[in-house]
Structures are given as structure tokens and as C-alpha cells.
């Protein structure tokens, strides 16, 4: 995962925020407020935004990487969902739900050739 690609994926929550915050500098416009608090508004809210952007990109960034390496270590590629950690961000937790389903319906696979079949 890197920035561009980040950014590239936020980019509608970011143009709605600027959109949000020109409209509401408009708004302000007809009222006698002093020049700072038209300006502390926007930085503020932009600031806010930008650190919530950052902490979550790092976050996922780090697991994302996390996964990556040891995925690279692996030899038995489908044990990865034994050695993950969950993640305490939603798609990461959809991720290895997702993945853990799969590895149960090869395993589940596998088992009914190995034993089931055996049988017949």
C-alpha cells in the first residue's frame, strides 16, 4: 500500500469535506466575523482530517506490510490465517474472516477426498 494509492481511494471523502468547508466559508461571508475564526474553521477541520487520514494509513500500511512479509516467509502459502494477527481495522477483520472461510472449505476439501472417497 503506498500514499498515492491511499489518497487515490479517499478521494470523494476529500473533495466532499473541501466542498463542505468552502460552502461553509460562503455561508460566513454575509456575517461580521473577524478574519480568524474564518480562518481557524478550515485549518481546523482540514487538520483534524488529515490526522485521522494519516493514523489510519499507517495503521493499515503496517499490517498490510505485516501480512505481506510474512506471507514471503511462508513455504505452506494457505497457513497464513494461523500466524495473522486480527487487524483493528474493519476491512482488515473482513480480510481474515474472508480468508479463514476459504481455508476452512479447502481443508473441508481435501478431508472429502482424503476420507469420504477412501471409503467408497
Known sequence: MNIKSFIKDKILAIALLLFA???SQIFLIPYQIGNFIKIYIPVAILGS???G??????????????????LD?????Y???????????I???????TL?????????????????????
Open 21 to 23: 468547508i468552502v460552502t
Open 49 to 51: 482530517y488529515a490526522i
Open 53 to 70: 487520514l494519516i493514523v489510519e494509513y499507517l495503521t493499515k500500511k503496517n499490517y498490510y506490510s505485516s501480512l505481506t512479509n510474512m
Open 73 to 77: 516467509e511462508l513455504d505452506e502459502k
Open 79 to 89: 497457513l497464513i490465517t494461523e500466524i495473522i494477527k486480527t487487524p483493528n481495522f
Open 91 to 97: 476491512e482488515g477483520k473482513f480480510l481474515k474472516d
Open 100 to 120: 479463514q472461510e476459504i481455508d476452512k472449505s479447502m481443508l473441508e476439501h481435501v478431508n472429502y477426498y482424503k476420507y469420504l472417497r477412501r471409503g467408497l
